[in-house]
Protein backbone atom coordinates (compact mmCIF):
# COMPACT_ATOMS: atom_id res chain seq x y z
CA UNK A 1 0.00 0.00 0.00
CA UNK A 2 1.18 3.60 -0.74
CA UNK A 3 1.87 5.34 2.48
CA UNK A 4 2.67 8.68 1.04
CA UNK A 5 0.31 11.80 2.30
CA UNK A 6 -2.50 12.86 0.00
CA UNK A 7 -1.56 16.40 1.58
CA UNK A 8 0.82 18.86 -0.32
CA UNK A 9 2.23 22.34 -0.17
CA UNK A 10 3.86 24.67 -2.10
CA UNK A 11 6.16 25.08 1.20
CA UNK A 12 10.08 25.03 -0.11
CA UNK A 13 11.59 23.28 3.59
CA UNK A 14 14.73 24.06 2.43
CA UNK A 15 14.49 28.02 1.76
CA UNK A 16 15.73 30.96 3.63
CA UNK A 17 13.55 33.47 4.97
CA UNK A 18 10.18 33.26 5.84
CA UNK A 19 7.44 31.48 3.74
CA UNK A 20 3.45 31.80 5.28
CA UNK A 21 1.23 29.03 3.63
CA UNK A 22 -0.83 26.23 3.90
CA UNK A 23 -1.04 22.74 3.43
CA UNK A 24 -3.89 21.29 1.20
CA UNK A 25 -5.45 18.33 2.52
CA UNK A 26 -8.32 17.07 -0.69
CA UNK A 27 -11.52 17.44 1.09
CA UNK A 28 -14.77 16.05 -1.17
CA UNK A 29 -17.65 16.59 1.18
CA UNK A 30 -21.62 17.21 -0.89
CA UNK A 31 -20.64 20.50 -1.51
CA UNK A 32 -17.44 20.36 -3.01
CA UNK A 33 -16.19 17.36 -5.43
CA UNK A 34 -12.44 18.92 -5.87
CA UNK A 35 -11.63 21.28 -2.84
CA UNK A 36 -9.16 21.02 0.00
CA UNK A 37 -9.33 21.66 3.72
CA UNK A 38 -6.35 24.35 3.90
CA UNK A 39 -4.48 24.21 7.14
CA UNK A 40 -1.88 27.36 7.85
CA UNK A 41 1.96 26.14 8.18
CA UNK A 42 4.56 29.02 8.45
CA UNK A 43 8.44 28.30 8.03
CA UNK A 44 10.89 30.60 9.38
CA UNK A 45 14.63 29.48 7.84
CA UNK A 46 18.11 31.60 8.50
CA UNK A 47 20.95 29.09 7.42
CA UNK A 48 22.12 25.80 8.78
CA UNK A 49 21.26 25.02 12.61
CA UNK A 50 18.26 22.94 14.52
CA UNK A 51 14.82 22.73 13.22
CA UNK A 52 12.10 23.42 15.64
CA UNK A 53 8.62 22.02 14.92
CA UNK A 54 6.30 24.33 16.88
CA UNK A 55 2.38 23.06 16.99
CA UNK A 56 -1.03 24.78 18.27
CA UNK A 57 -4.53 24.03 18.02
CA UNK A 58 -4.14 20.31 18.53
CA UNK A 59 -7.36 21.07 20.45
CA UNK A 60 -9.87 23.48 18.76
CA UNK A 61 -10.68 25.04 22.15
CA UNK A 62 -7.07 26.03 23.56
CA UNK A 63 -6.51 29.31 21.96
CA UNK A 64 -3.13 30.77 23.38
CA UNK A 65 -1.19 28.44 21.75
CA UNK A 66 -2.74 29.61 18.07
CA UNK A 67 -2.70 33.40 19.16
CA UNK A 68 1.56 33.69 20.35
CA UNK A 69 2.61 31.28 17.30
CA UNK A 70 0.52 33.96 14.87
CA UNK A 71 2.51 36.57 16.87
CA UNK A 72 5.66 35.38 15.92
CA UNK A 73 4.61 34.02 12.73
CA UNK A 74 3.87 37.56 11.61
CA UNK A 75 6.49 39.52 13.96
CA UNK A 76 9.94 37.11 13.94
CA UNK A 77 12.11 38.42 11.73
CA UNK A 78 14.62 35.43 10.29
CA UNK A 79 17.61 36.93 11.41
CA UNK A 80 16.62 36.70 14.83
CA UNK A 81 17.31 32.72 14.56
CA UNK A 82 19.81 30.33 13.16
CA UNK A 83 18.33 27.32 12.23
CA UNK A 84 14.56 26.84 11.13
CA UNK A 85 11.22 26.90 12.76
CA UNK A 86 7.78 24.80 11.21
CA UNK A 87 5.46 26.79 12.76
CA UNK A 88 1.55 24.86 12.69
CA UNK A 89 -0.54 27.06 14.71
CA UNK A 90 -3.78 25.59 13.96
CA UNK A 91 -2.71 21.98 13.05
CA UNK A 92 -6.53 20.72 14.13
CA UNK A 93 -8.31 23.53 12.14
CA UNK A 94 -11.76 22.39 11.70
CA UNK A 95 -12.06 21.85 15.39
CA UNK A 96 -10.05 25.28 15.61
CA UNK A 97 -12.73 26.52 14.03
CA UNK A 98 -15.25 25.24 15.91
CA UNK A 99 -13.42 26.09 19.13
CA UNK A 100 -14.26 22.40 19.70
CA UNK A 101 -11.60 19.93 21.44
CA UNK A 102 -12.63 17.35 18.83
CA UNK A 103 -13.23 17.95 15.54
CA UNK A 104 -16.57 18.24 14.05
CA UNK A 105 -15.68 16.30 10.50
CA UNK A 106 -15.16 13.23 11.95
CA UNK A 107 -15.49 13.64 15.80
CA UNK A 108 -11.91 12.51 16.53
CA UNK A 109 -9.38 13.94 19.29
CA UNK A 110 -6.16 14.65 17.04
CA UNK A 111 -3.87 13.97 19.86
CA UNK A 112 -5.16 10.34 20.27
CA UNK A 113 -4.56 9.23 16.38
CA UNK A 114 -1.03 9.18 16.62
CA UNK A 115 1.01 7.96 13.77
CA UNK A 116 -2.39 8.44 12.22
CA UNK A 117 -3.00 7.11 9.09
CA UNK A 118 -2.27 8.74 4.70
CA UNK A 119 -6.00 6.82 3.88
CA UNK A 120 -8.17 7.70 6.74
CA UNK A 121 -10.33 10.01 8.08
CA UNK A 122 -9.43 13.90 7.97
CA UNK A 123 -7.90 13.70 11.61
CA UNK A 124 -6.44 10.65 10.70
CA UNK A 125 -4.65 12.21 7.50
CA UNK A 126 -3.28 15.65 9.17
CA UNK A 127 -1.95 13.49 12.16
CA UNK A 128 0.16 11.10 9.81
CA UNK A 129 1.23 14.56 7.93
CA UNK A 130 2.80 15.68 11.20
CA UNK A 131 4.25 12.11 12.05
CA UNK A 132 5.78 10.73 8.81
CA UNK A 133 6.78 14.27 6.86
CA UNK A 134 6.95 16.75 9.89
CA UNK A 135 8.19 14.71 12.84
CA UNK A 136 11.85 13.48 10.51
CA UNK A 137 12.44 17.25 9.21
CA UNK A 138 12.58 18.39 13.12
CA UNK A 139 14.97 18.24 15.95
CA UNK A 140 12.74 19.53 18.71
CA UNK A 141 9.07 19.54 19.02
CA UNK A 142 7.08 22.64 21.21
CA UNK A 143 3.49 21.88 21.76
CA UNK A 144 1.23 24.29 22.64
CA UNK A 145 -1.61 22.84 25.13
CA UNK A 146 -3.95 24.54 27.15
CA UNK A 147 -6.77 23.76 30.03
CA UNK A 148 -9.85 24.11 27.03
CA UNK A 149 -13.55 23.81 27.76
CA UNK A 150 -13.38 21.28 30.90
CA UNK A 151 -10.34 22.06 32.61
CA UNK A 152 -8.76 24.37 34.69
CA UNK A 153 -4.84 23.91 34.93
CA UNK A 154 -2.07 25.53 36.77
CA UNK A 155 0.06 26.94 33.90
CA UNK A 156 2.51 24.74 33.46
CA UNK A 157 4.93 23.40 30.95
CA UNK A 158 4.77 19.37 30.58
CA UNK A 159 7.41 16.76 30.24
CA UNK A 160 6.27 13.73 28.34
CA UNK A 161 8.52 11.26 29.33
CA UNK A 162 11.06 9.01 27.73
CA UNK A 163 12.86 5.73 28.78
CA UNK A 164 15.48 6.83 26.97
CA UNK A 165 17.91 8.54 29.58
CA UNK A 166 19.57 10.74 27.12
CA UNK A 167 16.74 12.03 25.51
CA UNK A 168 14.89 12.29 28.89
CA UNK A 169 17.54 14.17 30.40
CA UNK A 170 17.54 16.88 27.11
CA UNK A 171 13.92 17.18 27.34
CA UNK A 172 13.81 17.92 31.03
CA UNK A 173 16.57 20.35 30.61
CA UNK A 174 14.41 22.27 27.35
CA UNK A 175 10.83 21.67 29.57
CA UNK A 176 12.51 23.69 32.09
CA UNK A 177 14.15 26.36 30.15
CA UNK A 178 10.60 27.46 29.25
CA UNK A 179 10.35 28.85 32.73
CA UNK A 180 7.17 28.07 34.30
CA UNK A 181 6.23 28.16 37.78
CA UNK A 182 5.50 24.72 37.58
CA UNK A 183 7.03 21.88 35.52
CA UNK A 184 4.71 18.62 35.04
CA UNK A 185 5.56 15.26 34.15
CA UNK A 186 2.77 14.24 32.68
CA UNK A 187 2.56 10.76 30.57
CA UNK A 188 -1.62 10.52 30.19
CA UNK A 189 -1.33 7.11 31.84
CA UNK A 190 1.08 5.96 29.69
CA UNK A 191 -1.11 6.70 25.85
CA UNK A 192 1.53 6.47 22.56
CA UNK A 193 -0.92 8.26 20.64
CA UNK A 194 -0.57 11.26 22.17
CA UNK A 195 1.62 14.35 19.40
CA UNK A 196 4.34 14.45 22.70
CA UNK A 197 4.07 10.78 23.04
CA UNK A 198 5.07 10.16 19.47
CA UNK A 199 7.77 12.91 18.72
CA UNK A 200 9.58 11.73 22.04
CA UNK A 201 9.42 7.83 20.24
CA UNK A 202 10.62 9.22 17.05
CA UNK A 203 13.58 10.88 19.56
CA UNK A 204 12.55 14.69 19.30
CA UNK A 205 13.22 16.73 22.27
CA UNK A 206 9.87 17.77 22.86
CA UNK A 207 8.43 20.61 25.28
CA UNK A 208 4.14 20.32 25.96
CA UNK A 209 2.54 23.35 28.26
CA UNK A 210 -0.83 23.53 29.26
CA UNK A 211 -1.19 26.87 29.70
CA UNK A 212 -5.15 28.77 30.47
CA UNK A 213 -8.72 27.37 31.05
CA UNK A 214 -11.59 27.07 30.74
CA UNK A 215 -12.30 27.37 26.73
CA UNK A 216 -10.95 30.79 27.60
CA UNK A 217 -8.00 33.36 26.57
CA UNK A 218 -6.09 34.29 29.98
CA UNK A 219 -3.69 36.88 29.66
CA UNK A 220 -0.93 35.39 32.51
CA UNK A 221 -0.77 32.41 30.00
CA UNK A 222 -0.15 34.35 27.03
CA UNK A 223 2.55 36.25 28.53
CA UNK A 224 4.18 32.89 29.65
CA UNK A 225 3.80 31.35 26.54
CA UNK A 226 5.41 34.13 24.53
CA UNK A 227 8.14 34.30 27.14
CA UNK A 228 8.48 30.33 27.17
CA UNK A 229 8.58 29.61 23.54
CA UNK A 230 11.70 32.05 22.93
CA UNK A 231 13.25 30.60 25.99
CA UNK A 232 13.55 27.36 24.24
CA UNK A 233 14.32 28.34 21.29
CA UNK A 234 17.30 30.15 23.38
CA UNK A 235 17.95 26.98 25.12
CA UNK A 236 18.00 25.29 21.82
CA UNK A 237 20.61 27.61 19.80
CA UNK A 238 18.33 28.98 17.50
CA UNK A 239 18.13 32.52 19.32
CA UNK A 240 20.60 34.35 21.30
CA UNK A 241 20.31 34.94 24.99
CA UNK A 242 19.73 32.94 28.01
CA UNK A 243 16.32 31.80 29.08
CA UNK A 244 14.46 33.88 31.89
CA UNK A 245 11.97 32.68 34.15
CA UNK A 246 11.23 32.41 37.79
CA UNK A 247 13.82 32.18 40.52
CA UNK A 248 15.29 28.72 41.66
CA UNK A 249 13.53 28.63 44.67
CA UNK A 250 10.17 29.41 42.94
CA UNK A 251 10.40 26.64 40.68
CA UNK A 252 8.03 23.19 40.67
CA UNK A 253 9.15 19.89 39.42
CA UNK A 254 6.41 18.01 39.91
CA UNK A 255 4.44 14.62 38.35
CA UNK A 256 1.43 13.10 38.21
CA UNK A 257 1.74 9.58 40.54
CA UNK A 258 0.00 7.59 38.33
CA UNK A 259 -3.87 6.52 37.93
CA UNK A 260 -4.16 7.40 41.64
CA UNK A 261 -3.44 11.17 40.72
CA UNK A 262 -6.83 11.69 39.08
CA UNK A 263 -10.45 12.15 41.27
CA UNK A 264 -13.47 11.03 38.55
CA UNK A 265 -17.23 12.12 39.18
CA UNK A 266 -18.67 9.24 41.32
CA UNK A 267 -22.37 10.38 39.33
CA UNK A 268 -23.57 12.51 37.25
CA UNK A 269 -25.12 15.44 38.19
CA UNK A 270 -23.39 18.76 39.37
CA UNK A 271 -20.22 18.77 41.26
CA UNK A 272 -18.89 20.88 44.02
CA UNK A 273 -15.20 21.31 44.06
CA UNK A 274 -13.71 22.23 47.72
CA UNK A 275 -10.69 23.25 46.89
CA UNK A 276 -9.27 25.87 44.64
CA UNK A 277 -6.08 24.65 42.30
CA UNK A 278 -2.82 24.81 43.87
CA UNK A 279 -3.95 23.57 47.31
CA UNK A 280 -2.48 21.33 48.91
CA UNK A 281 -4.36 18.14 50.05
CA UNK A 282 -4.18 14.70 51.28
CA UNK A 283 -4.84 10.94 50.26
CA UNK A 284 -8.58 9.92 51.42
CA UNK A 285 -9.62 14.22 52.15
CA UNK A 286 -12.93 14.92 50.71
CA UNK A 287 -12.18 16.19 46.89
CA UNK A 288 -15.84 17.15 46.64
CA UNK A 289 -19.73 16.13 45.89
CA UNK A 290 -21.96 15.43 43.12
CA UNK A 291 -25.05 17.46 43.69
CA UNK A 292 -28.64 15.85 42.53
CA UNK A 293 -30.67 19.41 41.62
CA UNK A 294 -33.88 18.11 40.67
CA UNK A 295 -33.95 15.58 44.08
CA UNK A 296 -32.62 17.82 47.22
CA UNK A 297 -33.27 15.11 49.25
CA UNK A 298 -30.91 12.52 47.93
CA UNK A 299 -27.81 13.55 49.80
CA UNK A 300 -24.87 13.96 47.45
CA UNK A 301 -22.37 11.32 46.55
CA UNK A 302 -18.81 12.15 47.68
CA UNK A 303 -15.46 12.10 45.90
CA UNK A 304 -12.21 11.38 47.02
CA UNK A 305 -9.01 12.29 46.59
CA UNK A 306 -6.60 9.07 45.82
CA UNK A 307 -3.38 10.64 46.52
CA UNK A 308 -1.62 13.27 48.56
CA UNK A 309 -0.61 15.99 47.15
CA UNK A 310 -1.19 20.03 44.89
CA UNK A 311 -4.57 20.24 43.02
CA UNK A 312 -3.09 20.94 39.18
CA UNK A 313 -6.53 20.90 37.66
CA UNK A 314 -9.58 20.98 38.26
CA UNK A 315 -13.12 20.59 36.10
CA UNK A 316 -14.30 23.87 34.53
CA UNK A 317 -18.18 23.09 33.79
CA UNK A 318 -20.00 22.16 36.81
CA UNK A 319 -22.25 19.54 35.26
CA UNK A 320 -20.62 16.06 35.24
CA UNK A 321 -21.14 12.47 33.84
CA UNK A 322 -20.26 9.57 35.81
CA UNK A 323 -16.18 9.17 35.21
CA UNK A 324 -15.60 12.75 34.29
CA UNK A 325 -12.08 13.80 35.92
CA UNK A 326 -13.17 16.68 38.43
CA UNK A 327 -9.33 16.91 39.59
CA UNK A 328 -5.96 15.96 39.34
CA UNK A 329 -3.10 15.79 41.73
CA UNK A 330 0.75 16.07 41.51
CA UNK A 331 3.58 15.14 43.80
CA UNK A 332 7.46 16.14 43.88
CA UNK A 333 9.04 14.65 40.81
CA UNK A 334 12.17 12.64 42.12
CA UNK A 335 13.00 10.76 38.79
CA UNK A 336 12.21 7.61 37.48
ZN1 LIG B 1 -4.99 20.03 24.54
Redesign the pocket.
Known sequence: MNERSLIHTDIDFDRDGRQVSELHLPHSPHTDAWGVMPIPIAVIKNGSGPTVLMEGG??GD?YEGPIVLGRIIRDLDPAEIRGRLIIIPAINIPAVLAGQ?TSPVDGLNF?RCFPGDPHGSMTQQIVHYVHSVLFPLADAFVDL??G?SSLDILPSAVVEPSDNPDLMAKTLDAVQAFGATYTVVLNNLGDPRTSTASAVENGLITVGTELGRGGAVSLDSIELAERGVRNVLKHLGLMEGEPNGPRDDERNLVCVPGSDGYVYAPAAGVYEPLHEKGALVEKGELAGMVHFLDDPGRPPVEAHYRSSGRLYARRQPGRVARGNCVGVVVVAYRGS
Open positions: NHERNHSG
